[in-house]
């Protein structure tokens, strides 16, 4: 497996980085993690528009999804070729209501799914293209999903966005890359169920035995390097942050 990180800013983009959106390739197959402010932009330097085979959202929040809004155009209303055939979009029930009502004024109720091909993520264990994928429900203000990702003996796992949950240790349980946000910084914020700070996804990465930790969703007000810090201090393995058009081979 291959990972690029399109995106990696929490709550809004920064001057260097659009918000969260991560491209998972194997087999020549495309899947997108998220797709949140700016990232469409930046996902052209890595892929065509039309190249994607699958999109997962881990949830509603518009820095994960509301770029969303711009692929519809670009699905939608292309010209050259036609419209395009609809794209599997995994995401928490009532996505493709909100991805309408966001948009506002789409030509019809049904417009989104002429070119999205909504699927409802629970709880589960089944297959995007090549990869075999697990979710789990996390512990956020609106239903949240993390997912792991499988091929070929290797593993990715992709927190979204959580406090500190069991069920995240579980999914990430010897993991090859962890992809953790850490939103939060340890000793500043607290405030149950909403995000992690850099020693809580630093934990969670020992308590799983995670092979490489990246920490990721760090928004512009938040020091990365003191977060990056955090993690090393309660963490053994090693502790990356994550950047555009960062790269991993799995």
């Known amino acids: 497996m291959k990972l690029t990180v399109v995106g990696c800013s929490g709550s809004f983009p920064s001057a260097e980085s659009a918000c969260s959106s991560y491209l998972v390739e194997a087999d020549g197959f495309r899947l997108l993690l998220d797709?949140?402010?700016?990232?469409?932009?930046?996902?052209?330097?890595?892929?065509?528009?039309?190249?994607l085979d699958a999109i997962f959202l881990s949830h509603l929040h518009a820095d994960h999804c509301i770029d969303m809004l711009a692929y519809f155009v670009a699905r939608y209303y292309r010209h050259e070729g036609g419209r395009c055939a609809p794209i599997p979009v995994y995401g928490p029930e009532g996505t493709e209501h909100r991805l309408t009502t966001a948009y506002a004024d789409t030509p019809s109720a049904s417009s989104m799914s002429e070119v999205f091909d909504f699927h409802t993520v629970?709880?589960?264990?089944?297959?995007?293209?090549?990869?075999?994928?697990?979710?789990?429900?996390?512990?956020?203000?609106?239903?949240?999903?993390a997912i792991?990702?499988?091929?070929?003996?290797?593993?990715?796992?992709?927190?979204?966005?959580?406090?500190?949950?069991?069920?995240?240790?579980?999914?990430?349980?010897?993991?090859?890359?962890?992809?953790?946000?850490?939103?939060?910084?340890?000793?500043?914020?607290?405030?149950?169920?909403?995000?992690?700070?850099?020693?809580?996804?630093?934990?969670?990465?020992?308590?799983?035995?995670?092979?490489?930790?990246?920490?990721?969703?760090?928004?512009?007000w938040t020091d990365p390097q003191v977060n990056l810090a955090d993690a090393r201090e309660v963490f053994d393995g090693p502790v990356e942050l994550a950047a555009p058009r960062a790269t991993y081979e799995i």
């Open 35 to 51: 797709m949140g402010n700016g990232a469409l932009g930046e996902l052209q330097r890595h892929c065509g528009l039309y190249d």
């Open 148 to 220: 792991r990702i499988e091929h070929g003996g290797r593993s990715l796992t992709y927190s979204g966005d959580t406090g500190v949950s069991e069920a995240l240790d579980e999914l990430a349980r010897d993991t090859d890359l962890y992809l953790c946000e850490a939103a939060f910084t340890y000793g500043r914020e607290d405030i149950p169920d909403l995000h992690l700070n850099g020693r809580e996804a630093g934990e969670s990465a020992a308590r799983a035995g995670a092979r490489l930790l990246v920490l990721t969703h760090i928004p512009p």
């Open 122 to 145: 629970k709880p589960s264990t089944f297959e995007i293209g090549p990869f075999t994928v697990h979710t789990e429900r996390m512990r956020h203000p609106v239903e949240a999903y």
